[in-house]
């Protein structure tokens, strides 16, 4: 059997229907689809505004210009997608990365001690491979210390933590809906404002008129994608969240688990093992895709200012991640299951 890292979830015939709809309307960008889109994305979050945007790359820049973070501080944890760090450059800040804790996001005692030391304008939580970073203790040291608050979002579409879903913590989030989402469209992103006094700094970034801004834009037939997959994603949280459960109590003896904070919508399902590239290489042999996520830190990507990381470099050394997706079968997942505990077994 061969089991794909990733396989895009079939959205049915209504998407088919949609994307007729836009050809014949000859509305190809900022129709109603997209309209649509970002209505339902600000309900489903609870935040005050949410604007489209192309990825989830140019919504961390917009969202961090609009922060006007140039020549500033920005903490962010040393786990995650390069997009990250690279936003912080890309918008003239200065990225001071942070270690992470067992559930691989910020640090929260190393987070006070950045603040501490250094004069910090944004800290940019990363929600990594859907769950949660601690939110609460990160608000309330923004608070103290009078910074802003960023969520990167990407992998957190759905993901909640005392009620309150990522994105919908800080002043002002970023997400992508890549086509590996959780909401997906193939490519695209949104920036997504809480604090009332960004919405403006990101309408001048983003629309034409009396000061100079990006076409960031997405057609309608990604937000007809991205609105078809949008109405699907707490049905397709559960699933995953399933899945995730089978997984964790056939390996919860053998490997290091993710530490789950909240409610998890595990984008990606993590182990940690010492034997980590052995493990793949037989995976990959018996049919079954993995990834490593990530085998970088930011910090030493970048080269970029940092406090001492000892988890993440541990971590990055350990960490794989198995497939999971809604259309994953129950046969698939029981040959994964299988299949790794035999090869533990040989470890």
Known sequence: MKVPFFR?????ERIKEDLV???ESGRLTRG??????EEEFKNFLGVRWVKTVNSGTTALYTALRALDVKGKYVVLPALSFMATVDAVLLAGGIPLVIDVDETYTMDINQLEDALKRYD??????VHLFGNMADMPSISWLAQKYGAYVLEDSAQAHGAMLEGVKAGAWGDISAFSFYATK???MGEGGAVAVKNPSLVERVKKLLD???TPAFNFRLSEFQSAVGLNSLRRVEENNRRRREIAQRYN???KDIFQLQKERGYCVYHVYSLRHPKRDLITEELGKRGIATKV???YLLHELRNTPHLPTPNAQKFKKELFALPIYPSLTDEEVDYVISTLLEIAQKL
């Open 208 to 210: 034409f008129g009396d």
């Open 32 to 37: 109603e689809f997209t309209k649509k889109f």
């Open 182 to 184: 959780n909401v997906s």
């Open 8 to 12: 895009f979830d079939s959205i049915g």
């Open 120 to 125: 910090v304008k944004v800290i940019l939580p």
């Open 293 to 295: 996520y990530y085998p």
């Open 21 to 23: 709809k836009i050809i």
């Open 249 to 251: 109590e056939s390996f």
